[in-house]
């Protein structure tokens, strides 16, 4: 549900039926009226999948990949009706980010580590512990994919164009990034930064960059493209 579907349920008295003592959010892109906020006895929660104040937003972990970060972190903290800014109750960086991750072995680390700080966060909130301020000077923003980075561009160098690819692996995008290699249109699925079979493309920064694999998707209709 969005936020303003949220709202209309609040309205009508749903949530507040339930009378919950805590609420606790995870993976919800959207802000959260003050209306839900003051329902919980004691308060909202939500985890983020970064070590906040950095890549605050709604795809912290797209952009760590993105940005080809080794490690991510998760942060649980107190909620207010901004993005991201309430005060942190529990804290721990240096998940690892694999050159090849997926959703799914993301999860085999982050779980485990979501379920330890929960355990912290949920006693600092039955104690009254209010959490500490976060350092709002030092933030960043995570915000939504804009629409060109689905396409491709050579003169990027190899390792943005690697995790290029590497995002939209784990975002399982069905048909992207795309790429304009020897006349044809590829859907890039995997790049390596090593020898490899496959595709070599030279990128902006002079390095080498294997497709080892793709798919051709010339036929299909031409779609708006970034410059190349």
């Known amino acids: 549900m969005q936020s303003r579907d949220l709202h209309l349920q609040v309205e009508k008295g749903s949530l507040e039926g339930y009378r919950p003592d805590l609420l606790i959010v995870f993976g919800f892109a959207w802000k959260l009226p003050r209306s ?3 329902i919980p006895r004691l308060g909202a929660i939500n985890v983020h999948v970064s070590m906040l104040p950095e ?3 709604p795809a912290p972990l797209l952009w760590a990949i993105r ?10 903290h ?3 009706e901004d993005f991201d800014t309430g005060d942190i109750l529990a804290q721990r960086d240096g998940l690892p980010l694999a050159d090849d991750i ?3 072995t993301y999860c085999v680390e982050a779980m485990p580590a979501t379920y330890e700080l929960l355990r912290t966060a949920l006693a600092r909130v039955v104690a009254g512990e209010p959490g500490e301020p976060q350092d709002h000077v030092a933030a960043s ?3 939504f994919m804009e629409e060109e980075f689905a396409f491709i561009r050579w003169s990027d160098d190899a390792r943005t164009v690697h995790d290029q690819v590497r995002t939209h ?9 795309v790429a ?7 859907h890039v699925k995997r790049t390596s930064l090593e020898p490899a079979e496959g595709i070599r493309v030279v990128c902006g920064d002079g390095k080498p960059l294997w497709i080892t694999e793709s798919a051709d998707v010339s036929s299909r209709a031409e779609e708006p493209r970034h410059p190349i």
């Open 78 to 80: 107190r909620m207010d």
């Open 67 to 76: 940005n080809g970060d080794p490690t991510a972190g998760i942060t649980i």
């Open 141 to 143: 923003h995570a915000g």
């Open 180 to 186: 304009e290699v020897d006349g044809k249109r590829l």
């Open 102 to 104: 997926s959703w799914q």
């Open 169 to 177: 692996r784990f975002m399982r995008s069905p048909d992207r990034p």
């Open 36 to 38: 839900v906020l003051d």
């Open 55 to 57: 890549y605050r937003g």
